[in-house]
T-cell receptor, first 113, second 113 residues
Framework: KNQVEQSPQSLIILEGKNCTLQCNYTVSPFSNLRWYKQDTGRGPVSLTIMTFSENTKSNGRYTATLDADTKQSSLHITASQLSDSASYICVVSAGGGGFKTIFGAGTRLFVKA | EAQVTQNPRYLITVTGKKLTVTCSQNMNHEYMSWYRQDPGLGLRQIYYSMNVEVTDKGDVPEGYKVSRKEKRNFPLILESPSPNQTSLYFC????????????FGPGTRLTVT
């Protein structure tokens, strides 16, 4: 069964600190993996996308890694800001056209001053 | 401005009363999808469309219909809504097949009493 599991479920950190969010998946055949940021009550916004051959991708203070062998990905946030408070969703696409998309339940991040 | 719009943003209705949620994109994307998001669960795909007059079921299509008569519009139809369809709905469109960018609408919060 295709699944995407994220951990932790929620996380509280102090402003300025770093954090790492985890994503494990069992999706086959693998097409790509992306991380989204979703502010409360709004649609998700893409942060990074990685295909099978990529193992790291950065977008400003966000760095995603992918280990296709162990089927794990992480999202590292550097020097967190209050505006980073949001849900972070790991999404894995399967198949050639990537239409089969499996969403993780997300990690809810709270950044405190 | 490139965007995906949905209407209405909020809707409270009663069981059995047919409703339509509209979705429109101005980016000339061929691929569009509908998702629902429930607490503790990841977004789940309801239906997707690869082009005009081409639609297919996602993971949770029961109780929903869609149509794609024009490239820009992809309405979601609930012929006889039930309380278990109370959810937050997102429409999305994407640029292509593999390394695509997917854009989400702002969401429609539906309550069925």
């Amino acid at each position: 069964k295709n699944q995407v599991e994220q951990s932790p479920q929620s996380l509280i950190i102090l402003e300025g600190k770093n954090c790492t969010l985890q994503c494990n998946y069992t999706v086959s055949p693998f097409s790509n993996l992306r991380w989204y940021k979703q502010d409360t009550g709004r649609g998700p916004v893409s942060l990074t996308i990685m295909t099978f051959s990529e193992n790291t991708k950065s977008n400003g203070r966000y760095t995603a890694t992918l280990d296709a062998d162990t089927k794990q990905s992480s999202l590292h946030i550097t020097a967190s800001q209050l505006s980073d408070s949001a849900s972070y969703i790991c999404v894995v696409s399967a198949g050639g056209g990537g239409f089969k998309t499996i969403f993780g339940a997300g990690t809810r991040l709270f950044v405190k001053a | 401005e490139a965007q995906v719009t949905q209407n209405p943003r909020y809707l409270i209705t009663v069981t059995g009363k047919k409703l339509t949620v509209t979705c429109s994109q101005n980016m000339n994307h061929e691929y569009m999808s509908w998702y629902r998001q429930d607490p503790g669960l990841g977004l789940r795909q309801i239906y997707y469309s690869m082009n005009v007059e081409v639609t297919d079921k996602g993971d949770v299509p029961e109780g929903y219909k869609v149509s794609r008569k024009e490239k820009r519009n992809f309405p979601l139809i609930l012929e006889s809504p039930s309380p278990n369809q109370t959810s937050l709905y997102f429409c999305a469109s994407r640029t292509g097949l593999i390394s695509y960018e997917q854009y989400f609408g702002p969401g429609t919060r539906l309550t069925v009493t």
